[in-house]
């Protein structure tokens, strides 16, 4: 996976600059628009293999990882009807749909009940709030026909990738 794709590049050297600077001054440098690029008129990193989903459950690409485990990127693939658990996030996340139509509810947890914020439709070339770790919980799905590929970068090293990254919500 590295050498990074071309079309990738741009998004993670401005990655790398956001993880140092939320990590170190807590400073949030603007993602969104190299994020855009790379899921719009950039996305020659998206492969046939990435809308070749995992009938079990949303399945991972890893298409990125940091030389110092700042940050990864991955590609994620929703196949109909899939969606995540009810989750925040350990980490910084960010992420924008490269294909397909992707639905996200957002919620947040004041007491032991969730109490839904909203839903969103994303479509190809779009991008979700940016979450930097916070209180907030959501949950994507893919409520189209057709497979989804979402891309996503996390500040989180490689091999915690399964476990550091989603905060599930547990009902009380
Ligand atoms: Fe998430």
Known sequence: MNPIHPDLAPLARI???????FRTT????DLGS??????????????????????????RHLVYVDPDDDFVITAITWLPEQ???VHGHYVW???GIAEGELTEEQFRAPGALLEPLGTKVLRAGEIADLDL???????????????????????????RLT???NRLYAEA
């Open 83 to 85: 969606q995540s658990p």
């Open 93 to 95: 996340c960010a992420y």
């Open 26 to 29: 807590g400073k949030v440098t």
């Open 163 to 165: 476990t550091g990254i």
């Open 34 to 59: 190299v994020l855009r690029e790379a899921v719009g008129e950039k996305r020659g990193w998206l492969r046939a293999e990435h809308r070749v989903g995992d009938p079990e459950r949303y399945m």
């Open 133 to 159: 770790g916070g209180p907030i919980y959501h949950r994507v799905s893919n409520r189209s026909s057709r497979p989804l590929v979402s891309l996503h970068v996390y500040g989180v090293a490689a091999d």
């Open 15 to 21: 990655a790398k600059t956001f993880s140092r600077e």
